[in-house]
């Protein structure tokens, strides 16, 4: 089909993603379909599901089950195989792959059946050896590789060189009418603390990622001990929010670690939390720990947002987020960077983020909120999702998107 022919048509874009539980690839997946319903096409997930499935079919998408989470290589091809037959019987018009394994498959189905093939690079993937170097390079292998961040294109442009050609950098964004601090009401925040067992006017240290050992949380605990030692911790509270998702034994390390170096008190694993938004609202300062790169970082993304000061590592993504010196002046600030896995460094910054006049915080808290909203919204990243589409289709879904 002509571009011509194709721009008068209604396109139907089938999207892959392993599951829909939780993440960056899973939440980018439910607002593109939100987008393509808006700009009135057709919208499929092909997903084993998970608990934000219904949040698919509740846009306007549709889920087509098929065991994607599998890195079974007879596995892999046989969902090439069911893709190639599902892209035929629907007549879809672009695979957009959002993972590893299933990228294999759509790009078999999308090779198959000469229909566009588009790859969101969500990760900083762990390369070690050639085989594993093999299996992450069908994220570079798009018709658009898009990266997520620019740290996120540097490292493709640097692993496959022209295999990707030149990545397009469309940042994951942050919904600003959900993060809008005014959208936050003193309920949602008194029910938090409520369910946390801390005061209205208790100060809260906010790290909010699964608990797994890159995340950083053993750092945040170690930078707590020592503000204890120093006699800077205050009433302040370390709340850390994430699933351990089945690594209990990591999560019961971390209450021991707390224990024996005498913060248990101040220290709380309060598992998932739903009400993210009121989270980063409650928060005095969110803390990104990550001791290895992120990719993007949505959790300082959806933090500044809201008007929390943010501190991150100063590696992968995040620092591209959180404005900090040296790369701007104190007075442009919205956060602090330190060194990964140095617990003094971060101690350091948690406590001039407590000691930080009120007005001087506000201003900070400002700034943070208009940069996000410069930025980092989930329209604009909406809008250049589907101008890539545009590129490949011939069609006009960034003009017809509102």
Known sequence: MTA??????????????????????????????DALVRAGTRALVATEGGRMAERITSLGGEIITLPLESKNPLTILANGRRLARIVRERSVSLLHARSRAPAWSALMAA??????????????????????????SVMARGDIVIANSRYTSDLIRARYGTLAGTPRI?????????????????????????????GPDQRVILHAARLTTWKGQQSVIDAMARLNAEGH???????LAGDAQGRDDYANGLRRRAAEQGIADYVRLVGHVEDIAAAFAVAHVTVVASIEPE????????????????????IGAPPEIVLAPPDVPRDEATGWHVP???APALAAAIAEALAMPDAQRQAMSARAIASIAARFTVAAMQRQTLEAYDSLLGTHLAKRFR
Not at 124 to 129: D, L, V
Not at 233 to 239: H, K, N, P, R, S
């Open 170 to 198: 469309i940042p994951r964004g942050v919904d600003i009418a959900r993060f809008s601090p005014d959208a936050i009401d003193a309920a949602r925040r008194a029910r938090l603390r409520a369910a946390w067992g801390i």
């Open 340 to 342: 990964p896995n140095e």
């Open 295 to 314: 990719a993007f970082g949505r959790a300082a993304a959806e933090a500044l947002a809201v008007g929390c000061p943010t501190i991150t590592t100063n």
């Open 111 to 136: 090779r198959q059946t000469k229909v566009s093939f588009v790859t969101t690079y969500h990760g900083a993937y762990g390369e070690r050896g050639r085989l594993k170097r093999l299996y992450n």
């Open 4 to 33: 011509g022919r194709m721009a008068d048509q209604v396109p139907t874009i089938l999207q892959i993603v392993p599951q829909l539980d939780t993440g960056g690839a899973e939440l980018s997946t439910i607002e593109i379909v």
């Open 233 to 239: 911790l205050g009433d302040a509270v370390l709340i």
